[in-house]
Structure formats: structure tokens, C-alpha cells
């Protein structure tokens, strides 16, 4: 309860992938707009730079990284009280058609892209408090299949959209609203995997004629999260400069 002339209780958030473009984005506008936020991401990547209040270790791919991170984050919240908002941020891309995969790439993806999400999203449950917000980060490619990326990460990422639906209806009687962000071309370290030649065609394609950026994927993040946002639930919102519209 608040006093009229006390604060409102800060809003906390989780960030999974917060040094990834889109996550570092995410984190700073997240701390910009007065919310506490717990960075994860890669042990190795922990060290970086963040306005994150808090900052933890935690490998997508193996999931006892995931409990662990979560077990702390636990912890944490037995003084710093509930969550808000759970973002996923991360993931890994590809360009490799099918002909090319081999089971241990097709297995590395769908663990980071796919079951690594799932994972965070039931460890926060008993952590969300009830009328909270999980944003998950889609793609174009979940939808087109993948014109310019492989095959695996076109299906994580149609996976992580029907995740997000049956969540969605599931955590609806608690009030918490489970949506994704699906991005066409934002210039991030992930658009490293294809060549200038064909990020310039990536940018020719589409109708704004330039790629995203990050602080503008970070943006819809904060939307979803707030009061206005409340009535959505199991959507997608394509951010992706025009270059696809339905």
C-alpha cells in the first residue's frame, strides 16, 4: 500500500539475453523507465557493462544453468518481492537449409531457441505475480519459414509463437499476459551471420528501406509491459519495417 506522498513499488523485471543487442536495449530502457531489472545471460557475457540492479550467470542451452539462475533469482525475490515482467531476448540464428543439418546443430537449436525459453517461463511462474507480463522475442521467420535464415531457427522461433499462445490461455486466470515480439531485420551482432551484400538486400527489400533497431524492439518490450497493454494476450506483434503485412 501507498501513502500520498509515497512512491509506487518499483517494477521488476527479468531480461533473459540482456547483453545481446536487443536484451542490452531492453535493460537500459527497462532502468530508464524506473525498473528494477535482473540481467541474464551467458556467464561469460555476466561481466558487461549493465544497468541491471542485479546480474546472473545462465546458459540457455543447459538447463540445470537455468534452475540455478532461477534458484538465486528466488532467493533474491524473498527481499525484492515479486516479478512483473519475464523477457526473453535471447537466441541463436542459422542459415542452414535442411538438407544441411545435422542432428547435433538441429539439437543446439532447439535447446537455446526453444526449450531454453520454455524453461524460463515455468521456472517464473511461481515468481510472477498475478497480473504480470512474459514478452517472448519471435521472428519473421517463424511465420515465412525462413527466406533469409536456416531452417532450425525458422522452427524454434514458429515454436516459440504457439508456446506463447497456449501460455497465454493457461496464466490468463492468474492475469498475466504472455505475448511475442516478432522482428523482421534489426541491426544487431546476430545479423553477423549474413553478409553485407545480403543485409543491404535485407534493407532494399523493405519498405521502410532500412533495417530495425534494437531500442525500437526494446520499446514494444515496455509497451507490452504496461497498463495499456493489459487487454493483450497471445498475440504477435511483427516489427519488421513493412516486409511483411497481414
Known sequence: M????????????VVVGAF??????TVSRLAAEGWDVV??????????HSAATLVLGMDLADPASIAQAFEALTLNAAQHGPLDLLAVCSGIVDNQKVAAVTLAHWQNMLATNLTGPFLCCQHSYPLLRDGGRIVLLGSLSGRTGGVLTGAAYAATKGGIESLAKSMAQELAPRGITVNVIAPGAIE????????????????AATPLKRLGQPEEIAGAVVYLACADAGFITGSVMHINGGIRMD
Open 2 to 13: 501507498t501513502t500520498a506522498n509515497s512512491k509506487p513499488p518499483m517494477r521488476r523485471a
Open 188 to 203: 544487431t551482432p546476430m545479423l553477423r551471420a549474413h553478409t553485407t551484400e545480403r543485409k543491404q538486400g535485407m534493407a
Open 20 to 25: 545481446g543487442g536487443i536484451g542490452a536495449a
Open 39 to 48: 540481467a541474464m545471460d551467458l556467464p561469460q557475457a555476466a561481466t558487461a
